[in-house]
């Protein structure tokens, strides 16, 4: 470090400082420093979300299942925006549905990759005969539109949490195994893996110390992108009423059960855009994680828009 | 063989075999039923041999190849069985068949795609070539934002924005003109009327796949006009929209076509989520209905048809940019 600060500025001094490397979190405070503003509003929607989250139980002011009087009460002091169907305070339903959603969004996420990511860096790294077993298998699940298989799989597993967090992992693990095969087939052949392989080093830790931090920023961009895709599926089937069930508060099923207050927009507008509050809940999230994962690539990968 | 012929019968050979490795699965689904659903079918007081005697119409006793040939050999001839509801534990049977189930929604459904499909494929040509003409103008950024966010939302929250803006506000009265919100359009509806209540399903699917379709289309052309040929045209001094419609659109119709067929199957899974908003007598409510009362026979009916009008479309799609590949047209 120089000392220019007391006896002004000296070209010796700067020659002669030693090359410091900027540590992890300097770079991190640089990088979130040069981040264009559609990416703080990301970061900051994301944050309040998972605050929001977190501390469910101290910010709602009533239980996520208790039971008011009044059914499709006004929006008044008491409840913030109103009660539900049967009288729930429907402010508390939406801070549970921010737990509730998002938590199972998150975790049939990491699942999809661990189940997807695993066998995407077996198959580029094995070749042969079991990557081909493995991708036309993909192929095939590929080929009917995931919501559908999802619906199919519910009607014959039933919809339980858990049946609902492995049905989408399965099926999103997928797109998450093309995506690991693409980008780590091009790692796979670099020398240093081939001497790790000759090393005698174990497919496990090949995985883990050569290949996975190669992978890393556009796995991490596409787990961004995932969980939007996971949260938007999980919010349409507890919306078409084979998602999540009751009393747990989601935003899906929350839309679907509030629906019918939108035909009174014209004699109350509060009213009428109480059932939009958890749909733009959802809207508004998917829309931050895309502003980040958006000015991620850029500036992990030096990705350029077309103009 | 002329080179396009053998690799599209290559890729229909490709798409039949993944067309009969995905009936295999919808046929599996029911293997994997727990063994007792027979009593939930027909209630708790089902005597043994209501239950024997339904295990044995669903071929149970048959081993899994044998009752996988019979379903798939029923379902080409048209015969997708008969539902689980409507049976009773006293051995009443009362239950439907799934063609009569199925066939006019069908209908509907493949109404509404088309009508959704015919608004906006021309359309996002339109919104992606006028985007690419004038580009990085203030409509060229315009268009861009408002498709990105059409992109980010759920279809439920646009179809809800629709309801409340022209159905329950109403804000188009000045002009005559109230949306109903439920499309429980019937076959003996005059064209209009059909027409006038699946409008705002209809702009609810425009709205969603318009999006992709106007990105596409401009990224195209946009990267063609980087080529060598098209500043020679330009240098020609043609106007630019000749450029772009004359020269640069014909090389741009593969990815275009293909974006175009694969937005055509996503209207396959947007169906189903637009159709339970409106309530329209579709397919895609007949399934969500079928997966709350676990009808397994109706949900693999609808299941095989949304998956294979996938299959086809993405085929299709396969097979159009092969075709339109000026370099396997003219092989040297």
């Known amino acids: 470090m120089s000392t220019a600060s007391d006896k002004g500025y000296s070209a010796a001094d700067e020659v002669g400082s030693v090359l410091e490397q900027r540590t992890r979190w300097q770079r991190v405070k640089l990088a979130l420093k040069s981040a264009p503003i559609s990416a703080w509003f990301g970061m900051v929607i994301v944050f309040a979300y998972i605050v929001v989250a977190l501390f469910a139980p101290f910010i709602a002011p009533y239980a996520e299942d208790q039971i008011f009087a009044v059914p499709f009460g006004p929006w008044d002091s008491d409840h913030l925006v109103g009660t539900d169907q049967i009288g729930r305070d429907i402010f508390t339903r939406l801070i549970y549905g921010a737990r509730n959603t998002m938590g199972i969004a998150f975790a049939t996420t990491l699942l999809a990759f661990v189940i997807g990511g695993g066998f995407g860096l077996a198959a580029a790294i094995s070749g042969g005969w079991i990557d081909q077993i493995l991708s036309r298998f993909v192929d095939v699940l590929m080929a009917i539109p995931s919501l559908i298989f999802a619906l199919m799989l519910l009607a014959v597993f039933g919809s339980s949490i858990f049946n609902i967090i492995c049905i989408i992992a399965v099926l999103d693990s997928t797109r998450v195994f093309r995506l690991t095969r693409a980008v780590s087939m091009n790692v796979v052949v670099m020398d240093y893996l081939e001497a790790a392989k000759l090393r005698g080093e174990k497919l496990n830790w090949i995985m883990i110390h050569e290949i996975l931090p190669n992978i890393l920023p556009p796995m991490v961009a596409e787990f961004g992108l995932r969980f939007c895709f996971v949260f938007l599926t999980i919010a349409s089937l507890s919306f078409l009423g084979v998602g999540i069930q009751p009393p747990t508060a989601d935003w899906g099923s929350m839309v679907r059960e509030n629906a019918s207050l939108i035909q009174f927009a014209q004699y109350d507008i509060k009213a009428g855009i109480t059932p939009l509050l958890p749909a733009g809940a959802i809207a508004l999230l998917v829309v931050a994680v895309n502003f980040i994962v958006d000015w991620f690539l850029h500036t992990t990968s030096g990705l350029k828009d077309e103009h | ?332």
């Open chain 2, 1 to 332: 063989m002329h080179p396009i012929i053998s690799t599209v019968l290559k890729r229909l050979g490709l798409g039949l075999l993944t067309l009969f490795f995905v009936s295999i699965i919808i046929f599996s689904s029911v293997e994997m039923l727990p063994g007792d659903f027979g009593e939930s079918v027909l209630g708790q007081a089902a005597t043994e041999e209501t239950v024997a005697a339904f295990r044995k119409e669903l071929g149970l006793d048959k081993p899994a190849y044998q009752r996988y040939f019979d379903w798939i050999g029923a379902v080409a001839k048209g015969d997708l069985g008969t539902s689980f509801s409507g049976r009773a534990a006293s051995g009443v049977d009362r239950s439907r068949r799934v063609v009569d189930l199925v066939v006019p929604r069908l209908k509907n459904t493949l109404f509404l795609a088309v009508m959704a499909a015919v608004i906006a494929v021309p359309l996002s040509l339109i919104l992606g070539i006028t985007a690419a003409l004038f580009r990085n103008s203030f409509y060229d950024r315009s268009v861009n934002a408002f498709t990105l966010i059409s992109i980010s939302l759920p279809d439920f929250f646009v179809a809800y924005l629709l309801i409340l803006f022209f159905a329950s506000l109403k804000v188009l009265e000045p002009f005559g003109i109230v949306f109903p919100s439920l499309a429980n359009i019937s076959a003996d509806m005059p064209l209009g009327e059909r027409l006038f209540k699946s409008a705002l399903p209809a702009l609810t699917l425009t709205l969603v796949i318009v999006a992709h379709m106007m990105r596409m289309t401009r990224a195209a052309i946009i990267n063609l006009l980087a080529s060598p040929y098209i500043e020679m045209a330009r240098l020609k001094g043609i106007s630019k929209f000749k450029v772009i419609v004359h020269h640069a659109l014909p090389n741009a119709w593969a990815p275009i076509v293909n974006v175009i067929a694969f937005n055509l199957a996503y209207l396959v899974v947007g169906v189903v989520i637009v159709e339970v908003v409106f309530v329209y007598p579709g397919i895609g409510q007949l399934m969500v209905d079928a997966v709350s009362t676990r009808d397994i026979p109706v949900v693999q009916a609808c299941a095989l048809i949304f998956a294979a009008t996938y299959i086809l479309l993405n085929l299709l799609a396969d097979v159009v940019s092969i075709a339109s590949n000026p370099r396997l047209l003219h092989p040297r």
